[in-house]
């Protein structure tokens, strides 16, 4: 009996330990793939070319993510101004010296269910990972 509960530890132990470095490296990388887009949607948005990012650019981002994997649908985006002006508007785009912030989101989907075998307590579906930054726009009319 004393073997058996041994050996049943051991194979629980053995199981998060194989397969606990992979979910780690898939949260590092969607990450990774969510501050790269929030990276690239804010260096085109404050170009002097645009001063914006409207919804086609995020959908188009979307679209871009879901190469990597993520649910389109459960990807967020919020866009945001400097004083208070629309960031979305591409007949009236940000002039230059103003602050253009994104912030992106994604569910972790479930990604620590396997911490439970050793007893720690997964956090909450609602949780989520970000990625956020600001650009001065560079827009000029």
Request: charged content about 15%; aromatic content about 8%; glycine content about 8%.
């Amino acid at each position: 009996m004393k073997s058996l509960l041994v050996f049943i530890l051991l194979a629980a132990m053995m199981c998060w330990f194989m397969f606990s470095p992979i979910y780690k490296h898939v949260l590092i990388v969607r990450q990774a793939v969510l501050q790269q887009e929030v990276d690239y949607l804010l260096e085109v948005g404050a170009n002097g070319d645009h001063g914006y990012i409207n919804s086609q650019m995020l959908q188009e981002a979307k679209v871009r993510l879901a190469a990597f994997g993520l649910k389109p649908a459960s990807i967020t985006f919020e866009v945001s101004a400097g004083g208070g002006a629309d960031a979305t508007n591409a007949a009236a785009p940000l002039p230059r010296g103003t602050a253009l912030s994104l912030k992106a989101s994604y569910p972790i989907e479930g990604l620590f269910a396997i911490d439970q075998l050793i007893g720690i307590t997964p956090p909450s579906d609602s949780m989520k990972l970000s990625a956020s930054g600001m650009k001065m726009s560079e827009y000029v009319p």
